[in-house]
């Protein structure tokens, strides 16, 4: 299991000189949208206490001045001419809405509107002087969900095991095994956990088809590209087909995700689930002359981490090499800070791996019970994640099932990140903080059982945080491959901007193997 709490605020709008003394904006509750701004995100307004950079360009109109928005959240068709629009160049920072904002990549004319392409950019590059901060926490109720499965770089391989030895032994081995606060920035993606004998087969999943530019009217202007345009936004949150998977997310009692997958002779079931009493989510930032002085993010409640996992192939020619997931979902809860209508939104990533011997099956149940805050603090004195507490209630161990006449192991990882913010939620500019779970299990086999003499874990929870925007290369590189089909000439999306720390070790629990 992975979680990720992020807290990020960022607005645009036109900026004047600043002092070092700045008011500090409070923090209301999860705010109604309606219309325009249920769909695309809430309005800024021009006065309040932020004060922004110069290059930051505040759309006249908000929400009421956009046409239409890429289900990515990367392509707005915005009213040309609504206030301001004239001064939107390449290079220059648009802020439309809570999710349109953004350094923009590209920009062309479309009849009476103007189509604008936007990547992501970090705090302080949209905040000059600001503080904001949770005067009580901020309850996880009243989301809007957002389906986008055509986006791109929902699906990638994971980088192949090049060190992957030999094909009889189950023993695990953990390569990436974080130390205690390492200082070099962790990618956001899901650790590989790879048991010796698994055979690196690539990822039974495919990118999806690439978007085109929209007309006015909402049809393709680009053929045979199509756009898919940003879906309106449910109350109840939808389930997801992607290459091959079965996805069904939960939030907000419970957070987590329900997974099926049957193709090829393989079929894996299993869930993933953090359980709450009363979640809720506190946080703050301070900016002064475009650097952070502080900042922290908490996610409260956290009670419990279940999960279940069963995975079955007909042959070892069924087994697969699972790659990263991105669920298809943004939960998102809009909350005004001020001038500033951020975003606290949550997204969950996983990946799933099979090493079966033969014509086998596994399986497994793990409970664990957490105390205190998942979340960190960044000032003076340095950066720190807060370290919760996990006992074991039930023992993915003990709890291991296996039939199979040959060594099996099975990978799981699954990561949840929570973000406080403005911009698209594929790269929001955030204060964000993401706990990551990694599972790896095997046994040596034994025919004719369902109990295993030997058998062997590793479970690992990790936290990483920054103050900027994270993307994993690989998905960048979908994006900046997708940009570059729909615009002439775009500038080059970034994968990250900001700092970041960690993983920071929060609990990890090894077994030799053929200890049990």
Request: charge should be neutral.
């Amino acid at each position: 299991m992975s979680v990720a709490t992020g807290c990020i605020v960022a607005i645009a709008a036109c900026g004047s000189a600043s002092s070092t003394s700045h008011a500090q904006a409070g923090v209301g509750s999860v705010q109604t949208l309606h219309g325009n701004e249920l769909r695309y995100g809430a309005s800024p307004t021009r006065s309040g206490p932020i004060i922004y950079q110069p290059d930051v360009v505040l759309l006249g109109g908000g929400a009421g001045a956009v046409r239409s928005v890429s289900s990515d959240g990367l392509i707005w068709t915005i009213d040309g001419a609504a206030a301001h629009a004239n001064e939107l160049r390449v290079g220059k920072i648009m802020f439309a809405t809570s999710f349109g904002a953004g350094r923009v990549l590209a920009i062309q004319q479309s009849g009476p509107n103007k189509i604008v392409a936007i990547g992501p950019v970090a705090l302080t590059d949209i905040i000059r002087d600001g503080s904001f901060a949770t005067t009580k926490p901020v309850g996880l109720a009243g989301f809007a969900a957002y389906s986008t499965p055509e986006r791109p770089g929902l699906i990638t391989d994971l980088p192949s095991d090049n060190g992957a030895a030999s094909t009889t032994t189950a023993s695990l081995r953990y390569p990436n095994k974080p130390t205690a606060r390492p200082r070099a920035a962790a990618s956001d993606s899901v650790i590989e956990l790879p048991t010796q004998h698994f055979i690196a087969q690539p990822a039974d999943v495919a990118v999806p088809s690439l978007p085109g530019v929209p007309n006015p009217d909402g049809t393709s202007k680009t053929d045979p590209l199509k756009l898919p345009p940003l879906p309106a936004p449910s109350v109840k949150i939808p389930d997801s087909e992607l290459g091959g998977w079965s996805i069904h997310p939960t939030c907000c009692d419970y957070i987590g995700i329900h997974l099926g997958y049957a193709k090829n002779g393989a079929k894996v079931q299993g869930n993933a689930t953090l359980r709450f009493e009363r979640p809720s989510v506190t946080f703050s930032l301070s900016i002064a002359h475009g650097s952070v002085l502080n900042a922290s993010a908490k996610l409260n409640g956290v009670a419990g981490f279940t999960f279940d996992l069963l995975a079955a192939v007909e042959s070892s020619a069924a087994d697969f090499k699972g790659g990263r997931v991105e669920v298809p979902v943004d939960i998102a809860f809009p909350v005004p800070i001020g001038n500033l209508p951020v975003v606290i939104g949550i997204q969950q990533i996983f990946s799933v791996s099979l090493g079966l011997g033969g014509e086998a099956s596994f399986s497994t149940h793990g409970e664990y019970a957490v105390g205190g805050s998942l979340g960190f603090s960044i000032g003076p004195h340095g950066a720190h994640a807060d370290i919760p507490t996990l006992q074991t209630t039930k023992s993915a161990l003990d709890s291991m099932r296996t039939f199979a006449i040959a060594p099996s192991g099975l990978l799981f990882a699954y990561a949840l990140k929570v973000s406080i913010g403005v911009g698209p939620p594929i790269a929001s500019a955030s204060i964000w903080y993401k706990i990551q779970t990694t599972l790896g299990l095997a046994t040596s086999g034994t025919a004719g059982t369902t109990l295993v003499a030997c058998k062997s874990i590793t479970l690992a929870i990790t936290g990483t945080y920054g103050v900027g925007y994270q993307v994993p290369e690989i998905v960048a590189s979908a994006i900046n491959f997708f940009l570059q089909k729909v615009f002439k000439r775009v500038e080059h999306f970034d994968a990250t901007g900001g700092k970041s720390w960690g993983p920071d070790e929060l609990f990890e629990r090894h077994t030799p193997p053929c200890s049990k």
